[in-house]
C-alpha cells in the first residue's frame, strides 16, 4: 500500500503527449549537454534518453545556430522537448515557431515586460507551457535584498514573474525552486505549494557529481514527493545525462511511483558473510540492468543465514549466501545450495527463464 501523502492539487499542462500535474504520473526529464546545433549528436541523446525512462528532453538553446537546428530535432525526436532560453526573447519566439513543446525562462532575465508579454503570447497561442525556473545560483543581490529570507525570495521572484505571464494570456505555467542547499530548496517548494496551483518541477541544482548528486537529490526531491509535492523532476548530475534519468526513475520507483522492472534487494555485508558478495550483487545487477523484465520482479542478494532466507524467499529470485555457496529461492522455492562459483550463472539461468514465463504464471 502506498502511505506518501496526497499529492497536491493542481491545475494540469502539456508538454507535448506528456501531461504534468495532480491527476498524473510524475514524469522524468534530463537535459542533452550535446550541442543543440549538431542535430545528428542531439538525436541520438535523445533517443537514449528515451530508452532510458525520460519522458521530456530539454536543450539549451543559446545562441541562432541552436535556434535553427530545432525544427530538424523536434521532427524526429522521440520525446516532446523543452527549449532552455536566458537573454535573448528572440531565441524563445523562435523556439515557439520551430515546434518545441515548452519553455523554460528564469525570472526577468529575457528583458523587460514587454519582451515576456510576447514571449508568453506566442507560447499560448501555440498551446504550449512555460516553466518559471527560479535557480538560487542566478538571483541577483538586490532581489534577496527584497525579501526578509532566501526561500521567500525564490518564491516571490517566480509568483510575479507568473502572474507576468498570466496577464498576457498564457495559464500553461510550471514553476521549479532550485538551489544546491537542500534546506533552501526544501523551504521554497513547501512555500510555494500552499500559494498557488501551478505544478511544480522538481529538483536540486547543481547537485553535484554522481554518488553525492544522487545522494543530494533522492533526499531533496524524495522528501517533497513523500509529502505529494511535485509533477515532474529532473536530477542533476555532473555526469552523463543517462545517470540522471536513471537516478530519477529509482528515486520515483523507492517511492512506489513508478513501476521498476528489475527491484534489486542486497544486504550491506558483515562478519557472518561467507563468500563475495559485493561481487556478486554487483555482477547480477549489471548483467540483469541490460535486460529489463516484462514486469516488475524482485530480486534479493543475501549474505548471510540471518535476514537472508526471508528476504530470498520473498523475491523472485534470491539467494541466502552460506559457507562457500548460496541457497537459490525463487518465488519463496528453494532451488537448491550452489558452490560460490556456480552462483552467478544459475540466478542468470533462472533469471531468463522467469522472464520468458507468461505474466499469468507470475503470482508470486
Not at 186 to 213: F, K, M, N, Q
Not at 225 to 232: K, R, Y
Request: hydrophobic share 45%; net charge negative.
Amino acid at each position: 500500500m502506498n502511505e506518501l501523502a496526497a499529492r497536491r492539487k493542481t491545475r494540469t499542462v502539456y508538454v507535448g503527449r506528456v501531461a504534468v500535474g495532480c491527476g498524473h504520473p510524475v514524469s522524468v526529464q534530463s537535459m542533452c549537454n550535446t550541442k543543440t546545433a549538431d542535430v545528428a549528436a542531439t538525436l541520438a541523446q535523445i533517443e537514449a534518453l528515451a530508452q532510458a525512462g525520460a519522458d521530456i528532453g530539454r536543450l539549451a538553446v543559446p545562441d541562432q545556430a541552436a535556434a535553427a537546428a530545432l525544427p530538424g530535432i523536434v521532427r524526429l525526436s522521440p520525446l516532446p522537448l523543452i527549449a532552455d532560453i536566458h537573454f535573448d526573447h528572440c531565441l524563445a519566439l523562435a523556439a515557439v515557431a520551430a515546434g518545441m513543446a515548452g519553455l523554460r525562462l528564469n525570472p526577468g532575465n529575457i528583458g523587460g515586460k514587454d519582451k515576456v508579454r510576447e514571449v508568453a503570447q506566442a507560447a499560448a497561442a501555440a498551446g504550449i507551457p512555460i516553466r518559471v525556473g527560479v535557480n538560487a545560483g542566478s538571483v541577483r543581490p538586490e532581489q534577496w535584498a527584497e525579501f526578509p529570507d532566501r526561500s521567500e525570495a525564490m518564491v516571490q521572484l517566480a509568483l510575479r514573474q507568473a502572474e507576468l505571464l498570466e496577464d498576457a494570456g498564457c495559464a500553461a505555467i510550471k514553476i521549479s525552486l532550485k538551489s544546491s542547499s537542500i534546506p533552501e530548496m526544501l523551504a521554497s517548494c513547501r512555500r510555494i505549494a500552499g500559494l498557488c496551483d501551478y505544478p511544480l518541477h522538481l529538483g536540486v541544482t547543481e547537485a553535484g557529481t554522481l554518488l553525492r548528486g544522487s545522494v543530494k537529490s533522492a533526499v531533496g526531491i524524495g522528501a517533497l514527493l513523500a509529502e505529494g509535492i511535485g509533477d515532474t523532476m529532473r536530477v542533476s548530475l555532473t555526469d552523463d545525462p543517462l545517470r540522471e534519468v536513471e537516478v530519477a526513475c529509482q528515486i520515483l520507483a523507492e517511492l512506489g511511483l513508478r513501476e521498476q522492472g528489475w527491484q534489486f534487494v542486497s544486504c550491506p555485508t558483515c562478519g557472518r558473510t561467507e563468500i563475495d558478495l559485493i561481487d556478486l550483487a554487483g555482477r547480477v545487477e549489471e548483467a540483469l540492468s541490460a535486460c529489463p523484465p516484462p514486469r516488475p520482479m524482485k530480486v534479493a542478494i543475501m549474505g548471510c543465514v540471518v535476514n537472508g532466507p526471508g528476504e530470498a524467499a520473498d523475491a523472485e529470485l534470491g539467494v541466502a549466501g552460506g559457507r562457500g555457496g548460496g541457497l537459490i529461492f525463487v518465488r519463496g522455492k528453494k532451488v537448491g545450495f550452489y558452490p560460490e562459483e556456480q552462483l552467478l550463472p544459475r540466478l542468470l539461468e533462472l533469471a531468463r527463464r522467469l522472464m520468458d514465463e507468461p505474466a499469468e504464471q507470475d503470482s508470486h
